[in-house]
């Protein structure tokens, strides 16, 4: 009886791992599964180059899933290849019944259900020819697209968390913008120079008509069993091919030869490394590292063959001077790179400075190890007769011990236990592959593969998550040993850290290591320090920022750029020799002086009787200046004084600025608001200003101003609170959140059932929220949502919009105008002449700007003149006119005679609140 169980049970599951045909598990499935089957089905093979590619050992994956739907499901299915483009109207009309690809996407909803994912997908932002090195370099850029809404939204949303901008442009051929920017999820397909990681999808789905939503199950059921295993493979697969066809076919014919004529590549590491770019493991004796799995990438993916002779064999640099191998791991130096050459930089190793908690007191002296990077290191910071070179490292470490030498510059810190000596971090250093000088045609080879097939990132995480592991384990191996150790120096730790914390600060004063090497200014470190450690001191706090020095540096050269620099640096220096100058980074001074802000702001106006460099080449420089007092901090008082520095440079009527109480009292409340709204915008709420007909003299509709309210700071006025939003980038959330209080009162009026005719409610759209590629889309999702017609809305833009791409201006115009919209031009003649421009526009009204009134004030004549001439212009264009700022009846009896539409403004109503303004309407 068990040996029958047994074979039944052996049965069992060697056919469900081996069968061929995907087989539900339970009798009902089987049935329900059988009529599914016999569905005739149309199936959408997404027309991309990346899912058509396949080579002759690696199918395509849409043959894969072609084998997967009609080979192992069984099922009725024809296919049928349709673009991006066309997807869209292909399942609209019914065409095909689904998508064999797809990511997960709410254009689809309500016609298509998605299996579980297949495999998930990266996002890039790449180009062939324009640098992309952070997300800021895709600010205001076009940015190409295929016709997938999913990613496009993605790539917003990304941008808008940074309060970042691009225009995303789709198109059916990616591969004809590649030398442009474009969002891809297979960036391997056009190899580009420049790329960044944005962000990941949801994941590549099979979706199915909610006719066939039945199948979903059995599909996730093969996916789970097995199948998504083999997509896997398939995709592992097809990458390593493109990686390798881009590889090969970027090689000249030299170095084709060499890969087929050369022995296997001998690698050597150095024996006492123990960073994660080559270490010894410490478990299988095998180096391991970033190197390591970079090797073990290239043989696997491009087959170029790797021997890993360190253990074997020990070489020395002068081995590979000899040819005795081909290459091995180190940094790049001027001393080296004189007989060898390098290849592109592999990772960056961080540098140490160890010393005793006891203090030795040769204190200033560095030991270093001979011909290592950090000798050379040493050298561009100290002088050498402080620098102490050792053959090897264990006679390092004892004259440290033995007080010989005071400090230690090293790569491990590894080496050093913590509870004995000091370790402060200190520089990070580049780390190559380091080839004879004559094997030009290797270095290039592993150049071109890290080009093609490594992501040098990727190797950093994997390797680090590799040390990981193997550390856990050789520390749950030693728990037990860990636990006592770690119970009985609980104390001893503490007193380390506070002794290592004083050991620190011991050593940010060391001449040689905190002076700006360039200018001899004291630099960031001493500055830190002076801040933390003087705040009794009173006096004037300064801050001095080049201006056009980052021009010059880049057309003449940074040789150039550091003359200058130092001129002006002994400028400074003689000129405040009883202050603290400080060089804080690149063209940027830091001053504190005893002396009265007139005195500092006269001696740096003579910087051009010093500095002749400087006034030949036209490079000016912007002062703030802050008085420190007893009772605040240095660094507050830096604080003031740059942002008066900056102040200067919108400004632009002098070179400086003086952060007086006045001055500190805004740039704290401007601190305050910013917080406060990119916290939580709830506090804006709009306030709405009547509109009359001045014929008839009844509302024909009101302007949504934007307020804000606090609980900290009380009622903020908009002349505060909309200048911070637009200068931090964050207004389009003021404007949709006023447009949508305004659509969600007329919701409101409607359902109530007043009669709202020839009504409507005006907002302001700002220039910088119509520049947003996502304007259109979100005010017709507000009208679409809360079921409101255009045609009870009016948006209000002002002249300054004038200056944006008119093609694009147009175009979003018309699409409002589409959606019922009325488009009014706010505030005319208040700052920019576009009289000109009106007959272009598809505009419906003009609001005159109060100023015009107000002209009336002060010459009767000729302001009547002026506005009974742009009353007539106006009408001659077929607009209508609303007079904005009416403040008495003569002025409406002015209006009423020109025939002017209407009016607004305190001498009909002040703006008023929801509630008010809706008891006005309803009483119409």
Do not use: W
């Not at 990616?174 to 030398?179: P, V």
């Not at 070489?315 to 791991?329: G, H, P, R, S």
């Not at 006023?738 to 359902?751: G, H, M, N, P, T």
């Amino acid at each position: 009886m068990i040996y029958r169980l047994f074979v039944l049970v052996f049965f069992v599951v060697f056919n469900f791992a081996f069968s061929e045909v995907y087989t539900p598990e339970t009798l009902k499935e089987k049935e329900e599964f059988s009529k599914l089957q016999k569905e005739k089905i149309t199936i959408a093979l997404v027309d991309d180059p990346f899912y058509n590619l396949s080579y002759p050992k690696t199918s395509s994956l849409n043959t894969t899933v072609e084998k997967f739907l009609k080979n192992y499901m069984q099922l009725d299915i024809t296919f049928k290849k349709v673009t991006y483009k066309d997807l869209q109207s292909e399942i609209n009309s019914g065409v095909i019944d689904g998508i064999a690809f797809t990511p997960k996407s709410k254009s689809f909803d309500n016609k298509l259900d998605f299996s579980e994912s297949i495999f998930s997908e990266e996002l890039y932002v790449i180009s062939k020819t324009e640098p992309i090195y952070s997300l800021n370099d895709l600010n205001n850029k076009i940015i190409y697209t295929s016709y997938i809404d999913v990613y496009t939204n993605i790539l917003k949303a990304i941008l808008d968390n940074n309060d970042l901008h691009a225009c995303p442009i789709p198109v059916e051929n990616l591969k004809k913008y590649d030398d442009k920017y474009i969002l891809t999820t297979n960036p391997v397909l056009y190899k580009p120079k420049y790329g960044i990681k944005i962000g990941h999808s949801s994941g590549i789905t099979i979706a199915l008509s909610h006719k066939y939503k039945d199948l979903l199950p059995f599909i996730n059921n093969a996916l789970s069993g097995g199948y998504r295993k083999i997509f896997l493979n398939e995709l592992d697969s097809l990458n390593r091919s493109i990686s390798y066809n881009n590889f090969y076919t970027s090689l000249t014919s030299e170095e084709k030869e060499y890969l087929k004529t050369h022995k296997p590549i001998k690698v050597a590491y150095e024996k006492d490394s123990d960073s994660l770019v080559s270490y010894k493991s410490k478990i299988d004796g095998e180096y391991k590292g970033i190197a390591p799995n970079i090797f073990k990438i290239l043989k696997r993916n491009l087959g170029i063959d790797f021997i890993d002779i360190t253990n074997t064999d020990y070489k020395t640099i002068n081995d590979l001077k000899n040819n005795d191998f081909d290459t091995t791991v180190l940094s790049k130096t001027q001393k080296r790179s004189k007989d060898f050459i390098f290849s592109k930089k592999i990772y960056e190793i961080g540098t140490y400075i160890i010393n005793l908690d006891n203090g030795p007191s040769s204190y200033r002296t560095i030991g270093v190890l001979k011909d290592n990077v950090e000798e050379h290191l040493a050298q561009r910071y100290d002088v050498d007769n402080n620098i102490i070179v050792f053959n090897d490292f264990n006679s390092m470490v004892n004259a440290l011990n033995d007080g010989e030498v005071g400090n230690l510059l090293v790569t491990n810190k590894e080496d050093f236990d913590s509870n004995k000596y000091n370790i402060v971090p200190f520089e990070t250093i580049p780390v190559n592959f380091m080839f004879n000088k004559n094997n030009t045609v290797l270095r290039d080879i592993i150049n071109k593969a890290f080009e093609y097939s490594i992501d040098l990132k990727g190797f950093a995480e994997l390797s680090q998550l590799e040390r990981d592991a193997e550390n856990k384990a050789i520390y749950l191996k030693n728990k037990e040993t860990r636990d006592i150790l770690v119970l009985s120096s609980v104390l001893f730790i503490f007193i380390i850290l506070a002794i290592s914390v004083n050991l620190y600060k011991e050593r940010l004063n060391k001449k040689n290591l905190l002076k700006d090497s360039l200018t001899n200014l004291p630099n960031r470190f001493i500055f830190d320090k002076f801040c933390n450690e003087e705040n009794s001191l009173t006096g004037s706090t300064f801050v001095i920022d080049l201006n056009n020095f980052k021009n010059i540096n880049d057309s003449l050269g940074h040789e150039f750029g550091d003359v200058i620099l130092k001129e002006f640096a002994n400028f400074l220096k003689n000129s405040f020799i009883d202050s603290h100058i400080f060089r804080i980074s690149g063209d940027e001074f830091y001053g504190f002086s005893f002396e009265s802000h007139e005195e500092i702001i006269g001696k740096l106006k003579k910087y051009k009787d010093f500095c002749p460099t400087l006034l030949k080449y036209n490079i000016t420089f912007n002062l703030g200046v802050s008085h420190k007092t007893a009772n605040i901090s240095l660094a507050t008082s830096f604080k003031y004084s740059d942002l008066a520095m900056l102040e200067t440079k919108k400004e632009k009527s002098k070179f400086y600025k003086i952060a007086d109480d006045k001055f500190i009292e805004k740039m704290d409340r401007e601190s305050s608001i910013l917080s406060l709204l990119k916290e939580d915008i709830s506090g804006i709420y709009p306030m709405f200003q009547p509109k009359y007909c001045i014929k008839t003299n009844r509302i024909i509709g009101a302007e949504a101003l934007a307020r804000y309210s606090s609980l900290e700071l009380g009622p903020i006025g908009p002349f505060e609170f909309i200048p911070i939003a637009e200068k931090y980038n964050f207004i389009h959330k003021v404007d949709y959140k006023i447009a949508k209080e305004s659509i969600v009162f007329i919701r409101d009026l409607l359902e109530s059932g007043v009669s709202l005719d020839n009504f409507r409610i005006s907002f302001n759209i700002s220039m910088k929220t119509f520049k947003r590629d996502d304007l259109i889309t979100v005010l017709t999702g507000l009208l679409n949502y809360f079921k409101v017609p255009g045609k009870y809305i009016e948006v209000e833009i002002t002249e300054s919009i004038f200056i944006l791409d008119m093609k694009d201006l147009i175009t979003k115009l018309k699409a409002l105008k589409n959606l019922g919209i009325q488009i009014s031009l706010d505030d005319f003649t208040a700052g920019h002449s576009t009289a000109g421009l009106l007959p272009l526009l598809p505009m419906d009204v003009v609001k005159f700007d109060k100023s015009l009134l107000d002209s009336l004030e002060v010459n009767k004549s000729k302001g009547k003149i002026v506005y009974k001439n742009l009353t007539s212009l106006i009408k001659d264009l077929n607009f209508k006119i609303v007079s904005e700022g009416v403040e008495t009846k003569e002025q409406l009896e002015f209006l009423k005679f020109l025939g002017v539409d209407y009016a607004q403004g305190y001498y009909f109503s002040k703006p008023i609140s929801k509630d008010e303004f809706t008891t006005e309407v309803k009483t119409l």
